[in-house]
């Protein structure tokens, strides 16, 4: 079973739309339940994915805003960018997180990333591989490491290593973040075989359609789409639909009254 | 006596649970002293996280002891994930560890041919009772994240069934007042707030 999951940006304060990782400020989680409605743009979609994209995270700061997210959703929630210990990992699972991504981590410091996994299994730990590809040239995951080191190439990323650390990888493509051009499915091409890791494909869904053909593609577990600007009304909900119609298998589930279940 | 109580051990995800049981308005309380164990007609144990070290919390708070006592005098008790593998004796996961033993199961590794990890909503086959011919068989989406799986030597105790990657995971147990889920209701949308509703307002499990 496919998922589709919403991805947000947020800073501890605001949230952002990015395109090629540049943000454009949103507004706080208010102004996007009040302009978006984000609370219910949750119910068409399987999980919702929240990137720290401030240079440093505050953790108490974060851990109170994703409080307020999980009281008002009841799906998984994963959350990353800026986790810099076991202590606040353990914070972010405590106020409702489900999952923590890492990136440049995984890179700089994978013995946190085993430790997360070690403790709260490794099914838990997503991590995320952002890469472009300059024209003519082979795709590279671009990452900040500590030392001056080049790009990893696509074809030589460490698979089984990475295996070993995530239950899932996002592949998020830097060159069509935001734009709305589609998911560049030929760049899986370019890697070695991970059987033991889903992938999750994120960057450049702006239509429907986009939605449907990287779910239909077998060697996709789910797309993580951050464009609101494309989803936004009945957006999400008609990505799901659309998936379903051309073949994909979706969750399906109802929304929850109280007379669900009989007092005794 | 009071009616739900929610194990807190310091182990997991217990904001999710808590947030869940807020929002279908059902009263409840955190239980993290073992002297509290017996005012509750219902307990939850939610868990994420490794076998070992949620039994160690459990045996260090002495919410262990008290859990099976209380079990074993008739209280429902709905294990949640990891929860559900604590009520087992043991898992591969943490040798050396002793679970609860209030179901005759063990956990082991997921295995299989593309992947050791279950992730994502999975459509659950539902043990009925009836088993009447020309009846649909019930299914419902849940969610699950898991690395480990309960495989009980009773297969009575058996209340749902996820197939997955070309084998079955079980994915609800009911032994009596004893019963857990895999999955995580707090995360299934409507379906798995009507699980936790079900539990709290009745003490069963209606998947």
Known sequence: MKRIILGLLFDGVDFYLSRNFRLQRLGNMAWLQEHFGIFDLASHVDEVAVFHVARKMETKAFALELRELARNLFIPISVGGGVRSIEEADALFRSGADRIMFSNTLWNDPNLVHEVGTKYGKQSVI??????????????????????SPPIALKELPTESLASLAGELVLQSIDRDGTGQGFPLESLSHFKELRETPWIAAGGFGSTAHVSQALGDPRIEAVLTSNLLAFVGSGLESARQAALGSGVDLASWDRFSMGDSNDS | MKTLGVLDYGVGNMQSVANALDKIGVPWDLVSEPGQVCRYGRLLLPGVGAFGAAV???????????????ANAGTSLLGICLGMQLLGRSSEESTGYTGLGLLDAET???????????????TVDIATSGGASGVEPLTRDYYFNHGYRLVPNDLSIVAGVLSWNGSEVVAAVLSDNVMGVQFHPEKSQGQGLSVLRGFALSGELRL
């Open chain 2, 56 to 70: 160690s919390r459990l045996e260090e708070t002495g919410l262990k002891e008290e859990v099976c006592v209380s």
């Open chain 2, 108 to 122: 082991v590794a997921i295995t299989s041919a593309n992947t050791t990890t279950n992730t994502g909503f999975r």
């Open chain 1, 127 to 148: 991590g995320v591989l952002n890469y472009s590809r300059a024209e003519g040239q082979d795709p590279v995951i671009r990452h900040r490491h500590r030392e001056e």
